[in-house]
């Protein structure tokens, strides 16, 4: 009973800072800019690193961003899966080639440039031919699960900076919390846990988020 109060005291913490957050500007300010985004519903993939090797299941999503910001933009992410059951998740950054490899050939005919998050640069050029593909993974989350959200920063410069709601400076000011224009995708899972191969995912809505 009590490790469930604890959750909920954590829980209302966290829904009353991202209430308390400000919202992205609907029409932003002079030399602010954000990327245009599409992307791929997040997908599944099981991959075996050798005969010897445990299979390993893991989550991904790909992004395509076009800068048309009229220069040229740095790319800096920041990519976090977090599950309605208080798990958070940063992107992986130890991708195997073979992986890659095998996730490339799945997608060569849609997106025969396709990219780690890892290998991208830290530039998106400007232009439509400097278009990026760009592959995001996630090892596997917890199959109790019943929803999750992707939140990909980096893809604009907006910033703003808050008031945190405990924390003190020396001075006895609230200490300050600079949140970043963040593209927020939500997504329900569906099926019984014990046949992961088998659950649903369905995409439910995007919204751009300050985090």
Not at 17 to 38: F, H, N, R
Not at 57 to 79: E, H, M, S
Not at 104 to 116: C, I, S, T, V
Request: charged letters at 25%.
């Amino acid at each position: 009973m009590r490790r469930f109060a604890l959750c909920l005291g954590v829980f209302a913490l966290v829904t009353g800072v991202v209430l308390a957050a400000p919202e992205p500007a609907v029409v932003q300010s002079s030399g602010k800019w954000t990327l245009d985004v599409s992307f791929e519903n997040l997908g599944q993939f099981v991959y075996r690193a050798g005969e010897t090797s445990k299979p390993e299941r893991y989550w991904y999503v790909i992004l395509t961003l076009t800068n048309k910001t009229g220069q040229d933009a740095d790319f800096y992410p920041a990519c976090e899966l977090v599950t309605d059951t208080f798990q958070v998740l940063a992107a992986d950054k130890g991708t195997s080639a073979g992986l890659f490899d095998k996730l490339k050939a799945r997608h060569q005919g849609k997106y025969p440039y396709l990219e780690l998050l890892e290998s991208a640069g830290s530039k998106i050029l400007e232009g439509d031919d400097n278009t990026k593909d760009i592959l995001i993974l996630w090892r596997d989350f917890d199959p109790n699960a019943k929803s999750l959200k992707l939140y990909i920063s980096g893809l604009s410069n907006e910033t703003v900076a808050v008031d945190h709601p405990s924390k003190k400076d020396d001075n006895g000011q609230p200490v300050k919390v600079y949140l970043r224009k963040t593209l927020e995708l939500s997504y329900r899972i569906s099926g019984d846990p014990a046949l992961r191969a088998n659950q649903k995912v369905a995409f439910v809505s995007k919204r751009w988020v300050m985090r």
